[in-house]
């Protein structure tokens, strides 16, 4: 949708939510409307959208046309529209009331919410939004807020359903005599009358109707008040003699509450705001909370928030006067979850004490695809910089690495500089590592599998693995020998340790111990029942086993599904064990957890294995005499002063012709009138990249060889069109032999 990576995972939140869901783009055209917008509207989702674009405006604009009229209400278009301008003008969010068109025809009000996505820099890159149905909720305000005595309703066949009181007392007639009678056959002097004209049409269009009529058979006037129902019709009427108003009032106020009060399709709560104990609650909130009634009116509204949540909730109670206020809280529910609502609460008087009445809406599914769309925001932002960081060390490595190893091979072997050379070699080597590291952890990387050895990498990120958990927590890692190669994805494989690691530390709030163990499984005739998949013709099994808080069944049940997580809001996105269960089944793999409350958790990981593999190792460095050579002209793009003068030294110093630029442009300037054989060039160098500069080479050299270098991830090189399977790469840091060698395999035609 508005994150490439995650555009499933997005869509499938998307289309599971029940509002009306709407993507723009940063211009304020619709780009994906989910599947409801079919179901309400009748029209197929293609139509839709390129109606929606159509009519300028997005998500969606006024002017799209349905079967029989207008996707928005006219009267509401200006406001929407208006609203939806100053959002992309401003790339504020917006929030405005509207009715959309249903597929038969019926306009219902709707809140819709408009959210600006943003990349690193700040920049909107494009709009998410909702449409809420609260035409329910409208009415039943509406009705709410309506002052009047009497109070009947009728069916579709004008019987009578009810009749209050003060009803009765009005027309002259007992509720139980008129019941499921017609009420012009009851009343056939009303027929032909304004009363019978106005509630014809109140049905007729669907719109609530207003007015104040004498009635001659009573000898009175009456002020009405009608609103059309699923059912039938209601109908609010009071006397409008002083002396009927001043009697009946209140009585009648308190019946009208009660009524509408239990219709509301939404939770509805009256509390105390002296006592904070609930004084009513409709069908809609002992549906939504698992209460009785009988146990609600028991409970104050500090038993349905969390214990931590209690300190700000009575900070925001005004007990001396009532007022009008709105916000999203914390809810519990009888069963223990927890859930979002989004509260709107109003100052009244009931029995003439000082009450609240509160309207709850749950918001807990779109309030956490908003925090899943921060949280993809700010892990762009990390692994952009993560991004420049590495490109920044990796250059650095490459000079000193680079120079040191030169200096290195010029001394003899047994000189004290040479060893002390050899240890800064160590050292950088150490660092490109965790350089490495940390930019698989923080950026995707693009898959690489190779053969591994689980041994080798585990022992790697030891030191890692202590620094991220903590002096509380100790790391123990246990091989078994004869540790069989896998073949996999190193980056990935990183990753999933780390995952884990991470869940494992947050298990263990005082400290513990975490314990990772390797060891090889050979085949056998099936898996065991709990895992997901059956490798073959064998596997090695790394064990993850922490002295945590452990999960209980249902916890475990659910603890690959993606966004599910039990940490508090904000320390994490549900996606970690997720992304485990992705890469483990991606490579063949099986994964499996064993974890009780008080006993830890352990995850066991199954990768295929392969037995037969030459296991891998480091190929040794050359000497300098030993380097291939060659009498070519090489090109080297290299903004980077250190690298670019290592590169020119190693190559120079191999035989070669060697033309040095510090930019695109000095690369073409460097060029021109000069047979080039070879351009080395950065990836990503200032206003022109290698790409751009190899391209612009080859206009008038076709036979050009191109050996790209860069520091920075993967992706980062991908996004520049350039890594790829018919593309020369040579990552940074990179050793001279390696560049000696790279550059001689790219001329030969074998790179």
């Known amino acids: 949708m508005c994150a490439a990576p995650e555009d499933d995972a997005y869509r499938l939140i998307a289309e599971s939510i029940p509002q009306l869901v709407w993507v723009a783009d940063p211009a304020g055209r619709a780009t994906f409307l989910n599947r409801r917008w079919e179901a309400y509207t009748g029209v197929p989702v293609p139509d839709l959208l390129d109606r929606v674009r159509r009519s300028g405006p997005a998500g969606p604009g006024p002017d799209a046309a349905l079967p029989g009229g207008a996707l928005i209400h006219p009267d509401d278009a200006a406001a929407r529209t208006a609203a939806w301008e100053a959002s992309v003008r401003t790339g504020e969010p917006h929030e405005v009331e509207l009715r959309l068109r249903r597929a038969d025809g019926a306009y219902r009000w709707h809140v819709s919410r408009g959210l600006p996505v943003r990349d690193a820099a700040g920049r909107v890159t494009g709009w998410f939004g909702t449409c809420t149905d609260v035409d329910d909720l409208h009415r039943a305000a509406a009705v709410l807020h309506a002052t009047s005595d009497g109070f009947m309703s009728f069916d579709r066949d004008w019987r009578f359903t009810y009749l209050n009181p003060r009803g009765e007392r009005f027309l002259q007639r007992a509720a139980a005599d008129v019941l499921g009678k017609n009420v012009w056959a009851e009343f056939p002097e009303a027929v032909g009358s304004r009363f019978h004209a ?57 019946a009208r509450f009660r009524l509408l009060f239990d219709r509301v399709p939404a939770p509805l709560f009256v509390y105390d705001r002296d006592t904070l104990r609930y004084l009513a609650v409709n069908d809609a909130a002992v549906a939504t909370y698992g209460y009785t009634r009988d146990e609600f009116l028991r409970l104050a509204v500090t038993d349905v928030r969390p214990p931590e949540d209690l300190a700000s909730l009575l900070a925001t109670i005004n007990r001396e006067e009532g007022f009008t206020r709105r916000g999203v809280w914390r809810h519990r529910r009888k069963d223990g979850t927890v859930m979002e609502v989004d509260v709107a609460v109003h100052g009244t008087t009931l029995g003439g004490r000082p009450a609240d009445i509160v309207l709850a809406q749950d918001v807990t599914a779109s309030r956490k695809l908003e925090a899943h769309l921060r949280h993809a925001q700010k892990m762009e932002a990390v692994g952009r910089l993560a991004g420049g960081i590495a490109h920044d060390f990796n250059n650095l490595l490459t000079v000193i690495n680079g120079f040191a190893g030169r200096v290195a091979a010029s001394l003899p072997p047994d000189s004290d500089a040479r060893r002390q050379l050899g240890e800064v070699l ?267 500069l190899a391209e612009r080479l080859r206009a008038d050299r076709p036979r050009l060889k191109v050996l790209y270098m860069s520091g920075y991830a993967d992706d980062d090189v991908v996004r520049h069109g350039v890594l790829h399977d018919r593309v020369d790469f040579l990552p940074k840091p990179f050793t001279p032999a390696a560049l000696a060698v790279k550059v001689r395999q790219v001329l030969d035609g074998a790179g």
């Open 198 to 254: 106005e509630y014809h049409a109140c049905v007729r269009t669907g719109k609530p109707v207003e007015f104040e009529e004498y009635y001659p058979p009573l000898k009175t006037w009456f002020e009405v008040r009608a609103f059309p129902t699923p059912d039938g019709l209601s109908v609010y009427f009071v006397d409008s003699g002083p002396r009927h108003l001043a009697e009946q009032s209140l009585r009648d106020s308190e």
């Open 426 to 692: 160590k050292a950088g080597d150490r660092a490109a590592e965790l350089t490495r590291q940390l930019l698989s952890f923080a950026r995707n990387q693009v898959p690489k599998i190779g053969v591994l050895r689980l041994d080798a990498l585990v022992a790697d990120l030891h030191l890692l693995l202590t620094r991220v958990l903590g002096e509380g927590v100790r790391v123990e890692v246990a091989a078994a020998p004869g540790l069989w190669p896998v073949r996999a994805d190193r980056s990935q494989v990183e990753q999933v340790l780390m995952n884990l690691a991470v869940n494992a530390r947050d298990a263990m709030p005082a400290g513990g111990v975490l314990a990772v163990r390797l060891a090889n499984v050979p085949p056998e005739p099936g898996p065991a029942a709990e895992l997901v998949g059956a490798p073959s013709p064998g596997f090695v099994r790394l064990t993850v086993t922490d002295t945590g808080s452990g999960m209980d069944d249902a916890t475990k049940a659910r603890v690959f599904e993606p966004y599910f997580t039990t940490k508090e809001a904000g320390r994490g996105s549900g996606l970690g064990l997720f992304m485990v269960y992705g890469i483990v089944r991606a490579h063949g793999g099986a994964i499996a957890v064993d974890s009780a409350p008080g006993r830890g958790t352990t995850f066991r990981l199954d990768w295929p294995a392969e037995p037969d593999a030459a296991p891998p190792g480091a190929d040794p460095e050359p000497p300098p005499d030993a380097l291939p050579r060659g009498t070519e002209t090489v090109l080297v793009a290299e903004d980077e002063p250190g690298v670019r003068a290592l590169a020119a030294e190693v190559l120079a110093a191999c035989g070669y012709r060697v033309l040095s630029a510090a930019s695109g442009a000095d690369a073409l300037a460097a060029a021109r009138g000069v047979g080039v054989d070879l351009l080395l060039t950065d990836v990503v160098m200032g206003e022109m990249g290698g790409r751009e």
